[in-house]
């Protein structure tokens, strides 16, 4: 039997716990004391004493704009998410597809998209819309490659052992080799979700009337630095957040993905 | 020589012989240089027959299992061959599935729903002395557990013939002393036509009604030898002993 071997993995992929909790404390620590005995302009840099305050005492306009930003956040995944399994099972089922499709799809991740955010806003309008686009735009490649991968992972023994009992290419593909693709699938929604977030900036700074990013460019422009950071904290919290939950998913929902690291 | 244009599926046939091999030949040549895999090969296999095929590594054993299973056509000569499931070398379980879903494979890959696929395995996980596992994951199973699972799921796709690929390789010595055993008592009940790949005499031996001996690559039958001995077999008998020292010598490792 093999319970000892997922000892080795899962303490590898435990959250780094105390030891990051201690960097980061002392992080701050330094920041705080380097801002106190003047090592910086508290309206250019300010401690993180003031970023806190700014937390609370803004609570209220900084939770309204967050509401907006997680909304695009969390729908532009989607989106990038659907896009992008689509395009993987259509690339992995057709050649013709592979080949027409592929090369354009590794094109779409050479367009700089601030350059082509605000041309979106100008088609798509300030709504949602454009920042669905520019969000789906960074984040579905990395689950389209992953997925990819794991569709092509796929032990060729169990494609033939498949053939054997008569089994459509369908049914190849609901038995082994989409649950072979799933830990894929997962491991790219974790890369995209953090790139997400960056892409919801770059959206609201294209066109927006709200959100964390708009807050953002507000605060700098009119030096309420504390504010801006606080903005900040709460863009990289959210898109940590929403990593640490797929990684959850991904224990729940493949745990053989783990299991079997240790052995073979 | 017979040339016969190369064929997706083996033909099925009604006769004596669920499977005849006759003079094939397979090359590959995947980027690096030719292999030929097999040169004239030829095997037959009768009705409910046990035909164990050893032989030297690479010898071509695993292209002849895809070839009688349809997997493979061959360059040259012809396979005939009643429908085949495979019984991979590797185990090959679902690892996100548990025994009792990695057993129903075959009948949910011919369209079965779930709960009929179970309500079919479960009688046979409990006969297979599985049921108190059926909910474990395949990586929670032992090797000879693994390897009951993986030969119920090749069964349980109701082929008359089977293709088992060096079933007990993986496993270390006492456990494939006690797969064999195990192996022999349910093919008595449970008769097929089985083409046994291993590289292990004694197990061929055995297990088998016939014992074919390849050379190595490219792999054709040198010798044949008939088991007549009768089940179930003692492996310190003398004529079993014999004729293990009779393969042996076939396959020029005899003493």
């Known amino acids: ?264 | 020589m017979t040339t016969e244009a190369p064929e997706k599926e083996p033909r099925e046939f009604q006769g004596l012989d669920a499977i005849r091999v006759e003079g094939v030949s397979r090359t590959f040549s995947t980027g690096g240089p030719e292999v030929q895999a097999l040169g004239r090969m030829s095997i037959r296999a009768s009705h409910g027959e046990i035909v164990a095929v050893v032989g030297p590594s690479g010898c071509g054993k695993t292209t002849l299992l895809e070839l009688i299973c349809g997997l493979q056509a061959p360059d040259e000569g012809s396979v005939e061959s009643a429908p085949a499931a495979l019984m991979p070398q590797r185990d090959a379980l679902l690892p996100w599935c548990n025994a009792i879903d990695n057993a129903c494979l075959a009948l949910r890959a011919r369209g079965m729903s779930k709960t009929r696929a179970r309500a079919v395995a479960a009688p046979w996980l409990e006969r297979f002395g599985l049921r108190e596992f059926q909910d474990s994951r395949a990586a929670q199973l032992s090797g000879g557990m693994r390897q009951r699972v993986s030969f119920l799921r090749s069964l349980l796709a109701g082929k008359p013939v089977l293709a088992l690929d060096e079933p007990f390789a993986t496993l270390d010595a006492i456990t494939r002393l006690q797969m064999q055993g195990w192996l022999s008592h349910v093919l008595a009940s449970e008769r097929r036509t089985v083409v046994l790949v291993t590289h292990d005499v004694e197990e061929a031996v055995v297990l088998a009604d016939r014992l074919v001996v390849m050379s190595p690559r490219p792999g054709r039958a040198v010798a044949e030898l008939e088991i007549a001995l009768p089940r179930p077999r003692r492996r310190t008998d003398a004529a079993l002993v014999a004729l293990r020292e009779q393969a042996l010598q076939a396959l020029g490792v005899g003493g």
């Open chain 1, 1 to 264: 039997m093999s319970s000892t071997a997922p000892a080795t993995p899962r303490a590898r992929t435990a959250p780094p716990g105390w030891r990051a909790a201690l960097l980061l404390a002392i992080l701050i620590g330094l920041w705080e004391l380097y801002v106190d005995i003047g090592g910086a302009d508290p309206l250019i840099l300010p401690a993180p004493h003031a970023v806190a305050k700014a937390l609370y005492e803004d609570r209220t306009l900084l939770w309204s704009n967050f509401v907006v930003t997680a909304q695009e956040v969390l729908l532009g995944i989607a989106v990038a998410a659907l896009a992008a399994l689509v395009f993987a099972f259509g690339i992995h089922f057709s050649q013709t597809l592979r080949r027409a499709v592929y090369p354009l799809l590794v094109a779409s991740q050479a367009v700089p998209v601030p350059m082509i955010a605000p041309v979106l806003v100008l088609w798509l309008g300030f709504g949602i819309k454009a920042k669905l686009v520019v969000i789906a735009l960074v984040s579905f490649f990395p689950i389209v490659v992953t997925t990819l991968a794991g569709l092509e992972a796929v032990d060729p023994e169990l494609i033939k052992l498949m053939r054997t009992f008569d089994a459509s290419r369908l049914r190849i593909f609901r038995h082994v080799e989409l649950p072979s693709a799933l830990p894929g699938v997962l491991t790219g929604a974790k890369i995209a979700v953090v790139v997400a977030v960056i892409g919801a900036y770059l959206a609201e700074l294209a066109g927006a009337s709200s959100g964390l990013g708009y807050l953002f460019q507000q605060s700098v422009a009119q030096i309420l630095t504390a504010r801006a950071y606080a903005a900040v904290m709460i863009m990289s919290g959210f898109a940590i957040s929403l990593f640490c939950l797929l990684t959850l998913v991904e224990r729940r929902a493949v745990p053989w993905a783990y299991e079997s690291r240790g052995e073979r």
